[in-house]
């Protein structure tokens, strides 16, 4: 039931950005996209959410397209902790916290 | 400012036996969230619960598993009568309100557990 596509893995050199895309052709209005992650052997870490506005914060940003049915996680300058993996989940606001993490995408950032 | 504390961080039992992980909340937190992370596999909500509450059960198992979180403590899940598919991680996530992200939930680390 999966309601997200991530690519497996990616690899990204360190101090570049890193695009990290996410499918979600099937989003209903009231959905939200949301991005965490997770560094080996720890809880998730949220990171951002938006709705169909392009959203920023200290941590990155998050392209949504106009139809909504992708986006893009952007970690503008990428370092060596920022190896994880990433998860972009699709869920209502009044349910959003019975995310259902898939299997992401994994980011090996090289020096 | 101590984070969302879970004890143990590891924990093994032999099948058939009981296994209790703890979540403490941080502090001015009163809602928590269980969810598991099977191996190689993403994580799954589990349960919600508010003191002395549960509010939502929908991802727990229907048979050995339970969730409390009472009024003085820390939230417990326990798993009776443990068999070799429950070996996995469990998060335990807490926050000041209901919600997600931007309600400031926040994860622990984890209680990985393992039978054998």
């Known amino acids: 039931d999966a309601k997200t596509t991530q690519p497996t893995s990616m690899d990204c050199a360190e101090g570049r950005a890193a695009n990290l895309p996410c499918n979600h052709s099937?989003?209903?209005?009231?959905?939200?996209v949301y991005w965490y992650r997770q560094i080996h052997s720890q809880g998730p870490q949220y990171i951002i959410h938006?709705?169909?506005n392009n959203e920023t914060n200290e941590m990155a940003s998050l392209i949504i397209t106009e139809d909504r049915k992708s986006s893009t996680l952007i970690l503008p300058h990428a370092t060596l902790r920022d190896t994880a993996v990433y998860y972009c989940?699709?869920?209502?606001?009044?349910?959003?916290?019975?995310?259902?993490f898939g299997a992401g995408t994994t980011v090996t950032v090289r020096a | 400012n101590a984070g969302v504390m879970q004890n143990p961080r590891h924990l093994v039992r032999r099948r058939g036996q009981e296994a209790r992980l703890r979540c403490s909340p941080m502090?001015?937190?009163?809602?928590v969230y269980w969810y598991r992370q099977l191996p190689e596999e993403g994580l799954k909500f589990m349960v919600y619960?508010?003191?002395?509450?549960?509010?939502?059960e929908s991802g727990m198992p229907k048979e050995r598993f339970s969730a409390e979180f009472p009024k003085e403590g820390p939230s417990i899940l326990r798993i009776q009568q443990v068999v070799r598919g429950d070996s996995a991680a469990y998060f335990c996530?807490?926050?000041?309100?209901?919600?997600?992200?931007?309600?400031?939930?926040?994860f622990g680390q984890g209680t990985r557990l393992t039978v054998v």
């Open positions: 996530a807490s926050s000041p309100r209901m919600g997600g992200p931007d309600t400031e939930a926040f």
């Open positions: 099937t989003i209903s209005g009231n959905e939200y």
């Open positions: 938006g709705l169909k």
């Open positions: 989940i699709v869920a209502e606001r009044s349910n959003d916290y019975k995310l259902s």
């Open positions: 502090k001015g937190h009163s809602h």
């Open positions: 619960l508010q003191k002395e509450n549960i509010i939502d």
